[in-house]
């Protein structure tokens, strides 16, 4: 059975993730739907946990959180260079919002927080043709986040862009695959996230309820739910 390794980086508030799960259960219910037959560990280095053995994994999955990969943590440099590691030995990856920008940090890009604010609620991107992954013009995935890949890594292909996040989906030589978007949140999980954003003042109230307004409207989650399950699964086929 595929086994992937979920590299948990940010923890869901307790009553969020009562109602909504952990990041770690969200990708595994999002890749489980795509392939039942997937089993799954957890490592959390956001609460303290070592960084796993690479020579033993089979695939790896770096969720988001609401640190910075800019921030002084003690666990990100030691990710970055595993990151580094498991790209070179290609042990397929896949890192999606914090994952995503974590990868590009580690292999040479930059990332910092946007001038355009917060990206909140369903986003359409651009899918690059010819890509060999996603497949249609576009795709609907539901967002947040202020920071951005801004200089993607040479040899990074970017595959999903928009107007607000031009660099929402990087492709490196075959195993390491990375999204800005989410597409593990359920609808609820995504309003949550707005209702967050507004709590703090974060973002206007302007923005954050045209974000609820638009998951009204449908989200391809599972079309790209199920591309990282194909890409963890048979990237190194």
Partial sequence: MPRVTIIETGIVSPKNRERHGSYPQMFARMIGAADASVTFDTVSIA???????????????????????????????????????????????????????????????????????????????????????????????????????????????????????????????GTTFSVQPHPEFTVGFALACCEMVRSRGGAPDSVVASAEASLAEQLKSARLGGVITRFLTGARR
């Fill in 47 to 173: 609460a303290g946990a070592s960084l796993p053995d690479i020579e033993e994994l089979e695939a790896i999955l770096i969720t988001g959180s609401s640190a910075g990969v800019y921030d002084e943590l003690d666990w990100i440099a030691p990710l970055e260079a595993f990151v580094r590691t498991a790209h070179e030995k290609k042990v397929p990856m896949v890192g999606v919002c914090f994952g995503h920008q974590l990868i590009a940090q580690a292999l040479g890009g930059t990332v910092r927080k946007s001038e355009k604010g917060w990206g909140l609620g369903r986003h359409v991107y651009d899918v690059a043709p010819g890509n060999s992954l996603i497949e249609g013009a576009d795709i609907a995935i539901a967002c947040s986040h202020q920071d951005q890949v801004i200089t993607p890594p040479v040899g990074a292909a970017t595959i999903l862009s928009s107007d607000f996040t031009p660099h929402a989906g990087l492709l490196y030589s």
